[in-house]
């Protein structure tokens, strides 16, 4: 690999592990992350020599540390800023657009977060919502996972009366692969406080929402 690249892969790393010991372990791990690219290569039947195909490892490395920055950060420290507030009514953020990577497959999925909640005492700021939704989206995950952490999230950093969260996801690894179902669309949600103990209140946030 060139000395820059070299560099450049060295100093993500740094960026994220700050402060740990393990570090030149983890830039040996990349040395043999590639050569196991470069292996896989192999296996499918290519040639990992091939000059389209020469710098693939190093590639594939950079995309994986970016599917994954999420992990550098606690997603909750974007909602440690609050705001007294006397508003006792829904607060919506919808369309957050989001990419995430299928921990079973290292396929990706992707898709749009809407996330409400009705406040105790505290508001946070509306792109701290979406820090907090890319924050857990950019790690390996479930849908079903990650629609989970923004509702404990929020819910244990405001105290808000309750929180929902819907999100609507296309699967890399149904489309192209397995079952072949490129349009299929997956929705999960998550409830807590009001939202889980009232009808009417899941309602609410449907009807914003235009379902
Ligand atoms: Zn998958």
Redesign the pocket.
């Given at each position: 690999m060139p000395s820059e690249k070299k560099q450049f892969i060295i100093q993500k790393l740094y960026d994220r592990f700050e402060g740990q010991e393990d570090i030149d372990y983890k830039v040996q791990q990349t040395e043999n992350f590639m050569a196991a690219v470069s292996d896989l290569i192999q296996v499918c039947g290519d040639n990992p020599e091939r000059e389209g195909l020469q710098e693939t490892p190093y590639r594939v490395l950079k995309s994986f540390l970016e599917y994954t920055e999420g992990y550098k950060e606690d997603p909750r420290i974007h909602l440690q800023k609050v705001f007294d507030v006397q508003h006792k009514g829904l607060i919506m953020v919808k369309n957050i657009e989001f990419h995430s990577m299928?921990?079973?497959?290292?396929?990706p999925?992707f898709g749009e977060a809407h996330v409400a909640y009705i406040p105790g005492e505290k508001i946070t700021g509306l792109s701290k919502i979406a820090r907090t939704v890319e924050g857990y989206a950019k790690r390996f995950q479930?849908q079903e996972r990650l629609t989970n952490q923004i509702v404990g999230a929020i819910d244990e950093m405001l105290n808000p009366e309750g929180v929902m969260v819907v999100i609507e996801a296309k699967?890399?690894?149904?489309c192209g692969r397995?079952v072949r179902k490129s349009d299929a669309m997956t929705t999960t949600t998550a409830t807590s406080g009001v939202f889980a103990d009232h009808s009417d209140k899941r309602m609410e946030f449907l009807s914003l929402l235009g379902k």
């Open positions: 299928c921990e079973h497959h290292f396929a999925f479930v699967h890399m690894c149904m397995g």
